[in-house]
Nanobody
Framework: QVPLVESGGGSVQAGGSLRLSCDTS????????MGWFRQTPGKEREGVAA????????AYDDSVKGRFTMTRDSAKREVYLQMDNLKPEDTAMYYC??????????????????WGQGTQVTVSS
C-alpha cells in the first residue's frame, strides 16, 4: 500500500484556490512532522508548509504566508493544503511527506523519509 497519496491538484487561473489532500492511511508509523513540498523541472524541491506533532505547530515558506494553510484531520488520517490567491509562480508538482524522526527544520526536504507521488498544480495568468 502506498503510504501517502496526494490529490486535489489541477489547473486554475491566477487568484483562484485549490485544496490539496494527503491520505496518510497507508502510513502507520509515528509521525513527528508532515510537510508539503513543491518542485518544478530543473529546480530543487522546496518546502511550502509543515506541521509538527503533537504540538500541531505550523511553518510556512515566506512565498506562501497568508495564502496557504496546512491543516490535519486526525479522524480521516488526512492532511490538507488550502491554497488561496494562487499565482503563476505556484505552478509545480506538489508532494506531501512524513518524517518518523524529529526534524530540525520542518521545511527542509532532506528531513523527510516518506513521500507521496505528487499532484500537479498549474496556475495560469
Amino acid at each position: 500500500q502506498v503510504p501517502l497519496v496526494e490529490s486535489g491538484g489541477g489547473s486554475v487561473q491566477a487568484g483562484g484556490s485549490l485544496r490539496l489532500s494527503c491520505d496518510t492511511s497507508g502510513y502507520t508509523d509515528y509521525t513527528y512532522a508532515m510537510g508539503w513540498f513543491r518542485q518544478t523541472p530543473g529546480k530543487e524541491r522546496e518546502g511550502v508548509a509543515a506541521i509538527r506533532f503533537p504540538t500541531n505547530s505550523t511553518a510556512y515558506d515566506d512565498s506562501v504566508k497568508g495564502r496557504f494553510t496546512m491543516t490535519r484531520d486526525s479522524a480521516k488520517r488526512e492532511v490538507y493544503l488550502q491554497m488561496d490567491n494562487l499565482k503563476p509562480e505556484d505552478t509545480a508538482m506538489y508532494y506531501c511527506a512524513a518524517s518518523p524522526l524529529w526534524v530540525q527544520r520542518s521545511l527542509e526536504p532532506n528531513g523527510y523519509r516518506i513521500w507521496g507521488q505528487g499532484t500537479q498544480v498549474t496556475v495560469s495568468s
